[in-house]
């Protein structure tokens, strides 16, 4: 017990000290580093929420290490820490309004690491907070995803794709239907269908075409059947097949492409 008090006490200069030893100039000191602070919010997850922010700057660090060995360690540490936030949050913890408007800066970020590491992110809490929160947020970085689906990295693409195929879905269950009406009220439509407009004059046709399925989604769910296209009659939107909430993002993308 008396161990334990004396760590508690000095918790906060122990995360320091590792904290600065994974900026070291020496690739194994930074992979020691790495693996340390792993095992610190490991013991001590409470100061992975207490400083979340300084833990993340240091794994988007991490994450675009030189060393793979680093590389490999950060995704370690990555998974950790996605595990204690998200369990956090869901129990009351820590808030997600404090933490998704800094994704949606990252996201916008030319840095092509941060911006795969913010998708995985954003990937998490879309697939494992409890009550969607992530929707409130969604106009905030909702055009940036989008212009990731025409970047030249295949795993940007592939994660914005998948990322999009899991949070139109929720987008498309009705108010009455939703499970968390609070955060369903909180959905700004018109705002993630002004970033949906600004979306369809990107150059790239593909980004352009999924854009339009997801207006087409939206306004049928939420405005009527009746307002949808007859795929018979379309060359672009039509082309994409009618289908329901739990439609795959991606296969009908492929659809429509292929149009």
């Not at 020691?32 to 833990?55: D, Q, R, W």
Request: hydrophobic share 45%; net charge neutral.
């Amino acid at each position: 017990r008396d161990a334990s008090s004396k760590v508690n006490q000095c918790k906060d200069l122990i995360l320091a000290s590792v904290v600065h030893a994974c900026q070291d100039h020496s690739q194994r000191v930074r992979y020691y580093a790495t693996e340390s602070l792993f095992n610190v919010i490991k013991v001590l997850p409470a100061l992975a929420i207490e400083h979340f922010f300084v833990l993340f700057e240091i794994l988007r660090s991490l994450w675009a290490d030189v060393d793979v060995d680093v590389r490999s360690g950060a995704e370690l540490f990555d998974k950790k820490l996605k595990e204690i936030i998200i369990g956090s949050i869901n129990t009351g913890q820590f808030n997600a309004d404090s933490c998704i408007p800094l994704f949606a800066r990252f996201v916008h970020m030319k840095n092509k690491p941060t911006k795969r590491l913010t998708l995985t992110w954003l990937q998490q809490f879309s697939e494992k907070l409890v009550g969607a929160p992530l929707l409130e947020f969604l106009h905030l970085f909702l055009y940036d995803v989008f212009v990731m689906v025409s970047d030249p990295n295949s795993q940007i693409r592939q994660s914005a794709l998948q990322f999009l195929n899991s949070i139109l879905p929720k987008l498309l269950i009705k108010n009455q239907d939703f499970e968390f009406a609070g955060t369903y009220n909180k959905v700004d439509f018109d705002k993630i269908l002004q970033s949906l407009v600004t979306t369809l004059e990107h150059p790239d046709p593909f980004v352009r075409k999924v854009a339009m399925f997801w207006v087409a989604r939206i306004v049928q769910t939420h405005m009527g059947d009746d307002m949808v296209s007859d795929p018979s009659n379309s060359t672009d939107v039509g082309a994409m097949k009618r289908s329901t909430s739990k439609s795959n993002l991606s296969a009908a993308a492929v659809s429509v492409r292929n149009s």
